[in-house]
């Protein structure tokens, strides 16, 4: 029996849904989207993020999942297999790549994430000042060995999920883990809506205001729009290739987008209710989520049961989204080269574990890495800008122009049709509309204002 037909599959719908969703969903739905959602307009905002997401999210999405499903493998065994003798599995090598890099410094906030709820458990911010929580979180990202133990203890906890399987690790686990994000989300919006003063966090979410929309927030709403749903690094490129032929391929796309955004306005309603009841400014990144966020839920009454919930779902959210991407190289080193699932998830960890140190060490100008500079950026920085805004826009970019002019309408019509079984042609003549000319050139747009050939 050849190795293809070994393969592991998600055995159902849900699985499918609650895998895709844990690969999108991340630390960015916690502190970045809410964030900009507040501070770009509101329901404004989120009216430009979702044409957006048409235009360009759920396009290239959509499109992994072909490549996936169709070719049954790998990313670079994907393109191999439906492009012989051509250089287009350089698309595959490329979403391993990004795949791999951001799990170096990934791993590394994962590994914050992870040293707070204990700190919460323990009661390390019951009557935090801002004083206290910048000390306690600078202490930890300078430190010459926690965050390299903590980035330790994460890798064990997703490689552990990976050697299980696909059905007994991966849709196992998400299928536990997302409800439960959605539960722990619930308590915590619950309680912060219910703060004296909570409907100025409200209105700074949702309230719309359409004078702030500007070309340049249109860009950040697009760029979010397709880095937010894990596309370009080869995941949903390797997820694609677990679903069954049975799956709709552009209803599991619509779901996770939907769900995605749905996460984001939780986690928003969770946070800035909160925030603006105590009388702190909102900001975005690792200070709204390890200095603000600490001494918010301080002020509470059952706070520091409150805060250890909330990192615990944050922990969720990394996690899941972490096991997509270490699946990417396993997938590759099982079906590519030979190596067994517990060789290939070792292998790949390990290899994270060393390189990632130096994202660890250099998060933060005091680190012990954190002087050494590479074209301008620290360790943790490069491995960030290489991946964002490099090689996921261009990945993406290379894989709907592959399933448009390699692959062609006719097999990606049997594809999103499921081969006549679904009777959707209204939604292919569109997508195929969208994804031949719409979407490359938005992620060009995307990718020239990345890397600073355009500003807006």
Known sequence: MSLLNKRDKFATNLGVLAATLGSAVGLGNIWKFPYFTGQ?????????????????????MVSEFIVGRRANSNPVGAFKKLAPGTAWYAIGYSGIAASF?????????????????????????????????IGVFGKLITSNYEPIIWQIIVLIVVSSIIIAGVQKGIERMTKTLMPLLFVLLLLCDIRALTLPGAQMGVEFLFKPDFTKITREVIIIALGLAFFKLSVGMGTMVTYGSYFDKNQNLPGTAVKVALSDILVSMMAGLAIF??????????????????????????????????????????????????????????????????????????????????????????????????????????????????????????????????????LGKANLAAELSNDGQLNNKGVINLF??????????????????SIGVLKF
Do not use: H, Q
């Open 40 to 60: 770009y307009g509101g329901a404004a905002f989120i009216i430009i993020y979702l044409i957006c997401v048409v235009l360009a999210g759920v396009p290239v």
């Open 101 to 133: 890099l951001i799990m170096l410094f990934y791993t590394s906030v994962a590994g914050w994430v992870y040293s707070y709820i204990f700190r919460a458990l323990s009661g390390t911010f019951i009557n935090a000042s801002p004083e206290m929580t």
């Open 273 to 406: 209710p909160a925030v603006f009841a105590f009388g702190f400014e909102p900001d975005a990144g690792p200070g709204l989520l390890f200095i603000t966020i600490p001494m918010v839920f301080s002020k509470m009454p059952l706070g520091n049961i409150l805060l250890t919930i909330f990192f615990l779902l944050t922990a969720i959210a990394a996690t899941t989204a972490m096991m997509s991407l270490l699946e990417v190289p396993v997938a590759y080193l099982v079906e590519e080269k030979g190596y067994s699932r517990t060789k290939a998830t070792l292998t790949s960890a390990a290899t994270i574990a060393i390189l990632g140190s130096t994202a660890s060490l250099s998060a933060n100008a005091g680190s012990l890495l954190g002087s050494i500079k590479i074209f301008g950026k620290t360790f943790f920085d490069l491995y960030d800008y290489i991946s964002s805004n490099i090689l996921m826009p261009v990945g993406g970019l290379f894989t709907v122009i592959f399933i448009v002019w390699v």
């Open 432 to 449: 195929y509309l969208i994804v031949k000319y719409m979407t490359p050139l938005l992620i060009i747009i995307i990718f020239l204002n």
